[in-house]
């Protein structure tokens, strides 16, 4: 009998605090007309002062255990996607711990920035089918908010990304056919520079001076063209990768939660490859980009709405920072 990792519960967490492309309007040079042509974006979520990347993961990845009725003596490893942790060290995974009272098992922070949920659900996969673990819990959370500068100069960026949080509890199975069926990874170093926020770098010295504080260094910069370009090239390739290592065809899948960096990057992505609107779930016009909160924040509203039941066959696919891109194949 084969051993598989199936999702067991989905958790999701979005602060009340709504900030409309109207509202950026009030802070930079930019306008909701240019927002939504570009990205599809109207709004996006904020934290309210004083929450924390640890209070958001906290809300998802309670919702998640409570629906696969699991509690923290239940998880034998935790795994941290984020590129905002609450500190530079140590990670994040171990302070989530420590609010769940999770105890004795490993807390690991996965630095993959928007494929950082999908490099998770793989490696949760591979822990799982490997025997070495039977219940995983993995938590994305960015809290995006507090690293953006509000400067015309960086408005490409700032306009992109919101606060959030997802979570999925992964357990083994023995079911034939349901779980995670494949994943398919890819990373391109050659461009880790073109999305990147620079500063702290630990070859300065010290790492962080004045000189460095004053400077752009300290917020994300992105060549926004070249990233397009590559993401709708790269992602029906890593797709079609995942399915071909699955056994199954585009056509069989149910419903496609592609990352949210940006709404014409996931029309142009489903026409190349023929893949009809009605199976694809968006949630970018009212989240922005929350990097690894996206992917559980996809799923877990398309389950609510009735678009995953059991059975279903999902396709989770992302492309980001480094670049990076993943794929991975779950039948519900
Ligand atoms: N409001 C108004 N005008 C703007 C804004 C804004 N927020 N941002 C840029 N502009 C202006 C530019 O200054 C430029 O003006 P100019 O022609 O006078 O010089 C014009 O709009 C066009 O700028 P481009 O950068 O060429 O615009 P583009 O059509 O490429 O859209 C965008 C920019 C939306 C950022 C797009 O390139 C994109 O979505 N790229 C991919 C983003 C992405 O996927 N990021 C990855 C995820 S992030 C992660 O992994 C952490």
Redesign the pocket.
């Known amino acids: 009998m084969s051993i598989r990792a199936r999702v067991t519960g989905t958790g999701f967490f979005v602060p009340d605090n709504v900030v409309t492309n109207d509202d950026?309007a009030k802070l930079?040079?930019?306008?909701d007309e240019?927002?939504q042509q570009?990205?599809g974006i109207r709004e996006r979520r904020y934290v309210p002062e004083g929450m924390s990347n640890v209070d958001m993961a906290e809300h998802a990845a309670t919702d998640a255990m409570k629906e696969a009725g699991r509690t923290a003596s239940d998880v034998q490893a935790l795994l941290a996607a984020t590129?905002s942790p609450d500190y530079t060290f140590p990670s994040n995974a171990p302070f989530i711990q420590e609010r769940l009272g999770i105890r004795n098992a490993p807390a690991i922070d996965l630095r993959n920035?928007?494929?950082g949920f999908l490099y998770g659900l793989a490696t949760a996969d591979v822990f799982i089918r490997s025997g070495r673990y039977e219940r995983v819990l993995l938590v994305g959370s960015e809290i995006q908010s507090s690293g953006m500068e509000f400067a015309d100069r960086s408005?490409?960026?700032?306009?992109?990304?919101g606060d959030a949080a997802g979570a999925f509890m992964i357990e083994k199975t023995e079911e034939p056919d349901r779980g995670i069926l494949s994943f398919a990874l890819r990373g391109d170093g050659r461009s880790a520079d073109d999305?990147a926020t620079r500063a702290e770098r630990a070859y300065e010295m010290p790492r962080l001076s004045m000189e460095i504080f004053e400077s752009e260094d300290i917020w994300?910069r992105?060549k926004?063209?070249?990233?397009?370009l590559e993401?709708v090239r790269e992602l029906p390739e890593i797709i079609n990768k995942a399915l071909e290592r699955a056994g199954v065809t585009l056509d069989d899948v149910d419903l496609f939660a592609f990352?949210q960096?940006?709404l014409?990057?996931n029309q142009w992505v489903a026409s190349s490859m023929n893949i009809p609107d009605e199976k694809v779930w968006n949630n970018i016009e009212r989240y922005g980009?929350t990097?690894a909160a996206t992917i559980p924040s996809v799923i877990h509203e398309a389950r609510q709405a009735g678009f995953v039941k059991d059975g279903s066959l999902v396709c989770a696919a992302g492309?980001?920072?480094?670049?990076?891109s993943a794929a991975v194949i779950v039948r519900w």
């Open positions: 950026l930079i040079n930019t306008n240019w927002i570009r990205t590129l920035q928007c494929t408005r490409d960026v700032t306009v992109i990304f999305l994300p992105m926004g063209r070249k990233v397009f993401a990352h960096a940006n014409r990057i980009n990097t492309f980001g920072a480094g670049f990076t």
